[in-house]
């Protein structure tokens, strides 16, 4: 036995490998993240100390996940694997393959991040896509996990007779653009197309991934006869399960089609006549009316009425007095005109504090232990439902005595543990300073109101006043201020002016940062930001990293993990840049996605197959809970700016590209190699 | 009912594979290990590899298949590998033979008996013979240093994947802490060099220090060894491995070349000597016998996982191609004593298509505590 200051010595090195290798992993995000706030922005950083704290717990939750993978779960799998085929009727194992795929869908929690997406979808302009996230969100699930087994079973097929990728590429791809450029001709259609394709994106997260590849790995130890891939065995089943989902939720809204709507003017809509035939898509009708309210201009809130005006008053007005309505009626109020807010409220001096600007919002004060215990059940949800099922498999099925059960078991708690850490740190750390910066971002073209730093002027002497003249000859209203030591000149707002007290309430905004050549410069910022941001982002992400480490294991060390990670990075930044300008212009997205994934086909077509195995599940995995949060606040944060109705898309777009930058450093390597080979170097 | 066979190791390009299992097919051989490994090459660093990496140290894949022939047919497999992969070109890969001996197998194991070889002469083929394979087991990734001082004295290693039993299995859960998973260096060189470039190894992976690992000698009978060394491009009509290639060539041997590596330099180490004991076993049987073989006061056992494929068998048999090698070195004294032990673990049962291999290690170094006076 040895001592305890043996076992320290044996320990201390093994747990600094494991957490500096996380701490490199983050560095770049983070540090990126705060210096761009900090010397472009030029914002400070709001929580710094909670952020801090929760950028240390993603490094120790990463590194306990990293590591109870590997001793728990992939090995775990690859015995399931090893085992199955020679115990198991093929039909049994494909049972067991749509079992799984099923199963990991619901584990995951990705697809509560796409409804987060899908928050300010407006029913009118795409009833299909509310009534998916919405009334039908549990069919949408369902589709998706059907399109996963279906992709698991697939990948099985292929391990167990020893296909090539290239096949299903070439058929799934092609009907994917298919069935993506018909919806796209019909506008009832055209509308999920971004949630389709993002679901494809989601859907397999850090313990799918790890699993699945170690069962390929697994099955292919033991299936008799030799491929051609040779070293990428156990690839594929990530790339099927990124493109099956985007044809069952596509699909899905075929089926649902006849069911909704065609997207028409809020006024129709909300009209009594179309009312009966559109109710279905919410849960009431005062679900709809909130709805109504909460995106619709004012003009649509009298069609909801059939035009009548005293109903629509007395209706606000019974909602007005209602304890837990009366934030959210006043809230929307202060969209409409100033006689319908004085209609619902009475009187002027009610109008004049609606129109207030609002105190921060101050958000209430987090208790860590309640947020440990959602992520801790939340994490269980992911891991414990799966590798129960796997065990309950290997013990009761197959019968079969799991080597190192000790060692497994450690795994399965360790990345129990990691992954409840690495959420908590998330939500407190990463999507924190991820959120501050994606709503600050568009300040680098545009001017962004900042309410947390809302000033109140004492003694508000309207005598400061002045007027300056536009060309048209018409004046604007104007006055200065100092703050710390600035003189700032300040536009007049009459509405924000209370005689009666004599305060001046004042909202600061910020930016726009870049003049030079319009809003050129500003708009260059924000989308090499993005790239970076992607880059950075896909660093961390932990499942591209198991997949690093397991292409590296396979290769024998040809194919390095880090190359790997740094090709997918620059890959991942390209396509978030390109979904961010996507974003920003409002481009089609077929029309962004169509050319990639025929330049795919031909590149795919070029490629050996252990490159086209390693490329197209690269694109899986790189959307994972650190880019995820991120992508979405910035895409929400500039989604809003410029006026788009939903941030869909940009995870699409980042999964093509990187199998773009992969193919083309494999097509290098062969290159090279055959040289090599030829005698030539 | 020992009986003496040749064992084939090829070590080719990933993408010469197909060419070569065709080749095999096409001679009848069957029960062939496979497992994948790669080939240092020295590069110059471009383009964006000079962001990538620092070395101008590079990898190509390569596929390790390894399989039995008696004897008498030893010269002709290897003719038959090197000419389907046409090994005279430097850098597509190397086979060499050793000769083993069979202590015990399976009742239904099959040894290749007679392969459909023609014995054509190869042109431009090498072939040298008496040779020293060294093998080198170090913690996994850390095999580097050792594999750049291998490329700068003109030999070119091939690092495949093993994992390592030793101390780790005696502390528990706390194994975790010490990786099993392992880098396995071989190389192939002349007689007259082997015992420097096993010293050069010994130093340049500390392997005199504790827990960094373990170096070993075995003979290799013939063999057709690659020499390419860089892939960096070359100022001259020819570059340095061509001339060496080519004056072993006129030579015949590598006994010119010990001058270059500096025999004066051997070290007084205590050197072990005795047999290694390989074990070809099905998947899964590797922890038993390992965990068997510690009790027995073994130090130490090296487990490597090939697939088996039977590119030419004639029926689809019951052998899943998930195996496992254990190699277990050990005092020539203790042999019987391991036989025995692996008759009472069922090892060798019907149906398990097992093999007992045992050669000779002149020579094999790792640390050891040294003994209280």
């Not at chain 1, 699930?141 to 292929?158: D, K, P, S, T």
């Not at chain 2, 430097?90 to 008996?113: A, C, D, F, I």
């Not at chain 2, 015949?252 to 076993?281: A, I, N, P």
């Not at chain 2, 025995?340 to 050669?359: H, K, P, R």
């Amino acid at each position: 036995m040895l001592s305890w200051p043996e076992k320290l010595e044996l320990l201390g090195p093994y747990l600094r490998t494991r957490l500096m290798e996380q701490v490199r992993a983050v560095a770049f995000i983070v540090s990126y993240l705060v210096l761009f706030q900090l010397l472009i922005l030029r914002i400070p950083i709001v929580q710094a100390g909670s952020i801090a704290l929760g950028l240390g717990l993603v490094v120790v939750g990463l590194a306990l996940f990293m590591e109870g993978l590997k001793l728990g779960l992939m090995p775990l799998g690859e015995q399931l694997g090893i085992k199955l085929p020679g115990r198991s009727p093929l039909a049994g194992i494909l049972l067991f393959a749509f079992v799984l795929g099923l199963g990991a869908t619901f584990a995951e929690p990705a697809i509560g991040v796409l409804r987060i997406a899908g928050s300010t979808v407006k029913a009118w302009e795409a009833p299909l896509l509310y009534f998916l996230l919405n009334q039908r969100a549990d069919w949408l699930v369902y589709a998706v996990g059907c399109g996963v087994g279906l992709a698991v079973i697939l990948g099985m097929l292929r391990f167990l007779y020893n296909w090539s990728l290239k096949p299903l590429i070439y058929t799934l791809v092609p009907l994917l653009l298919g069935l993506s450029f018909w919806c796209l001709q019909d506008p009832g259609l055209n509308g999920i197309l971004g949630l389709a394709w993002d679901c494809g994106a989601v859907t397999t997260g850090p313990v799918t991934v790890p699993l699945v590849l170690a069962l390929g790995i697994g099955i292919s130890r033991v299936v008799s006869g030799h491929t051609t891939e040779g070293a990428a065995s156990g690839f594929g089943v990530v790339t099927l399960a990124s493109l099956l989902p985007i044809i069952a939720v596509l699909c899905l809204g075929l089926f649902l089609r006849a069911q909704v709507p065609a997207p028409g003017s809020a006024d129709d809509f909300f009209s009594p006549a179309q009312r009966q035939t559109h109710q279905h898509l919410f849960s009431g009708e005062i679900k709809m009316l909130d709805h109504a309210l909460e995106l619709a201009p004012p003009s649509a809130w009298l069609a909801f009425f059939g035009g009548d005006q005293t109903a629509l008053i007395t209706t606000l007005q019974k909602r007005y007095q209602m304890p837990e309505d009366k934030a959210f009626i006043a809230r929307q109020l202060q969209r409409a005109d100033r006689p319908l807010q004085l209609a619902v409220l009475g009187s002027t001096a009610a109008v004049r504090s609606l129109n207030l600007p609002t105190a921060r919002h101050k958000t209430a004060p987090e208790n860590m232990s309640q947020q440990f215990w959602s992520s801790l059940l939340s994490a269980a949800q992911a891991i414990l439902p799966l590798t129960f099922f796997l065990l309950v498999i290997y013990r009761l099925l197959l019968r079969e005595r799991l080597p190192q059960t000790d060692e497994i078991f450690l795994g399965i708690a360790l990345a129990l543990i990691g992954m409840s850490i690495f959420q908590l740190g998330i939500g407190s750390g990463l999507s924190r300073l991820g959120s501050q910066m994606g709503t600050r971002l568009p300040s680098a073209y545009t001017a962004l109101p900042l309410p947390e730093q809302k000033l109140t002027l004492q003694n508000f002497d309207p005598g400061v006043i002045q007027h300056a003249l536009r060309p048209d000859g018409s004046r604007v209203a104007f006055f200065f201020s100092e703050q710390n030591q600035q003189i700032q000149r300040i536009q007049y707002d009459p509405a924000a002016h209370d005689p009666v007290t004599g305060q001046y309430h004042y909202t600061p905004s910020h930016g726009p940062l870049f003049r030079l050549a319009g809003k050129i410069s500003g708009l260059a910022v924000v989308i090499v930001f993005a790239f970076l941001m992607g880059y950075g982002a896909t660093l961390a992400e932990p499942a591209l990293n198991a997949l690093g480490a397991t292409v590296e294991n396979l290769t024998v060390g040809t194919f390095k993990k880090g190359l790997l990670i740094q090709t997918v990075g620059v890959g991942v930044g390209a396509g978030i840049s390109l979904g961010v300008a996507k974003i920003i212009w409002n481009l089609p997205l077929f029309w962004l996605l169509a050319p990639p994934y025929l330049l795919l086909l031909l590149l795919s077509a070029r490629s050996s197959e252990q490159f086209v195995n390693i490329a197209w599940d690269s694109a899986g995995v790189t959307t994972g809970p650190i880019t995820v949060p991120l992508v979405l606040a910035m895409g929400l944060g500039i989604g809003q700016q410029a006026g788009v109705t939903e941030g869909f898309g940009i995870l699409a777009m980042a999964s093509v590209t990187p199998i773009i930058s992969v193919l083309l450093v494999g097509l290098y390597v062969q290159y090279r190699q055959q040289k090599l080979l030829n005698g030539e170097v | 009912m020992s009986q003496d066979i040749v064992r084939i190791t090829c070590k080719v390009h990933t993408s010469l594979f197909q060419a070569l299992l065709e080749a095999l097919k096409q001679a009848g051989v069957y029960n062939l290990h496979q497992l994948s490994g790669r080939m240092a090459v020295l590069t110059d660093p471009r383009g964006l590899a000079v962001l990538l990496k620092s070395s101008g140290l590079s990898s190509e894949p390569v596929e390790v298949l390894s399989f039995l022939v008696p004897v008498s047919q030893e010269l002709e497999a290897l003719r038959l590998v090197a000419a389907s992969c046409r090994l005279m070109i430097p850098g597509r890969g190397t086979v060499y033979s050793e000769r083993l001996r069979v202590l015990k197998q399976s009742p239904e194991s099959q040894l290749n008996q007679q392969l459909a070889l023609t014995p054509a002469e190869v042109p431009g083929l090498q072939v040298f013979s008496d040779m020293t394979a060294i093998g080198c087991i170090v913690q996994r990734s850390q095999s580097d240093e050792i594999v750049s001082m291998l490329l700068d004295i003109g030999v070119v290693p091939t690092v495949t994947y093993a994992s390592g039993t030793g101390i780790r299995d005696r502390l528990g859960l706390l194994r975790i802490t010490l990786p099993k998973e392992k880098d396995l260096i071989q190389v192939t060189v002349g007689p007259a060099e082997a015992d420097v470039i096993t010293e050069k190894m010994i130093a340049a992976g500390h392997l005199d220090r504790p827990g960094k690992g373990f170096v070993y000698q075995a003979p290799v009978s013939h063999g057709v060894i690659n020499f390419k060394t860089s892939k960096r491009r070359i100022g001259h009509a020819a570059s340095v491995d061509q001339i060496i290639a080519a004056i072993d060539q006129i030579q015949g041997d590598f006994s010119w070349r010990q001058g270059l590596t500096g025999l004066e330099q051997v070290s007084r180490r205590s050197y072990m000597s005795g047999v290694e004991l390989s074990f070809y076993l099905k998947e899964g049987l590797s922890e038993t016998l390992t965990q068997a073989v510690m009790a027995l006061g073994v130090t130490g056992a090296t487990v490597i996982s090939p697939k088996l494929l039977n590119p030419a068998y004639p029926a689809e048999n019951n052998i899943l191609p998930a195996r496992e090698i254990v190699r277990i070195m050990v005092p020539e004294h203790l042999t019987e004593n391991l036989l025995q032990l692996s008759v009472e673990l069922g090892l060798c049962e019907a149906g398990q298509e097992s093999i007992i291999l045992c050669s000779r290690v002149p020579r094999a170094f790792t640390y050891q505590k040294k003994a209280r006076p």
